[in-house]
């Protein structure tokens, strides 16, 4: 006989010899212990991270890709004052869904927002309007460069190239060409501010130093491009949002 059976045979015996009270309460003990352990590895792996954040300037499409999403319907277009929450269910998954949110795109309350829903965060959803991107490309560049500074945010990120359905719409692949060019310059101009304000380069350089500004090169960060068009080529028709579905449906 082992030595691991001897022991076994010793344990059984000395349960056996116990009084049944005493056994009980022991076995409750042991229940309780285990199912502690359990409940803890459990939510240990679990991702409280659950909301889609959709964020971007005013008038870029975000209310109208919300409403697409969660309720599956057009709606006209206004400028939010508050946020947005509902249930967006995944298209071909009977037990995925994703709670989106849509954070309002003016400049004095969006920072708000962001402060307030970013701990949240399982993704983001960064709306452009593809036919004014060219006029607005500073004020969106400097808008997602703030985010992806954000140290405290560790998630993925999806340009979505809004309103492809208008002719003079620039294609996802023309707007990630044009803004790393601008987050480049952008990063060159917020280094040299940051080091004349306090002497060091310290704070955050996104991408690699020496190198020009890829989204490649974010590291951690992955940020992928997307054409859509929330509106849809019929006005109010069907929108086109396989590229947003798809990649909403592969995060969570």
């Not at 101009?189 to 955050?204: I, P, W």
Request: contains cysteine; glycine residues 6%; aromatic residues 8%.
């Amino acid at each position: 006989m082992t030595t691991i059976d001897s022991y076994i045979q010793t344990l059984k015996v000395e349960v056996a010899k116990q009084d049944p009270v005493i056994l009980g309460i022991a076995i409750a003990v042991l229940v309780v212990l285990v199912t502690i352990v359990l409940f803890k590895l459990i939510t240990r792996g679990r991702n409280t991270k659950q909301a889609i954040l959709l964020v971007g300037l005013c008038d870029s499409g975000k209310t109208l890709l919300f409403s697409r999403l969660v309720h599956g319907k057009y709606v006209s277009s206004y400028t939010s004052i508050k946020e947005n929450s509902g249930i967006y269910d995944v298209i071909g998954s009977r037990n995925k869904i994703a709670e989106v949110v849509d954070i309002p795109g003016n400049d004095r309350q969006r920072a708000q927002f962001w402060e307030r829903y970013k701990s949240q965060a399982r993704g983001v959803i960064f709306i452009i309007d593809s036919t004014t991107f060219q006029k607005e490309i500073k004020e969106v560049a400097e808008y997602l460069y703030t985010l992806l500074s954000d140290k405290t945010v560790n998630t993925q990120f999806l340009i979505a190239c809004n309103k492809q359905d208008i002719t003079m719409a620039k294609s996802s692949k023309v707007i990630h060409q044009q803004l790393e060019k601008e987050m480049n310059t952008l990063r060159v101009t917020r280094a040299a501010a940051l080091s004349s304000t306090d002497g060091s380069s310290s704070g955050v350089f996104l991408c690699k130093r020496n190198k020009d500004f890829e989204f490649a090169h974010l590291g951690k960060l992955k940020v992928d491009f997307a054409d859509c068009s929330a509106k849809g080529s019929g006005g109010e028709g069907d929108p086109e949002l396989n590229m947003v579905e798809e990649w909403i449906g592969a995060l969570v």
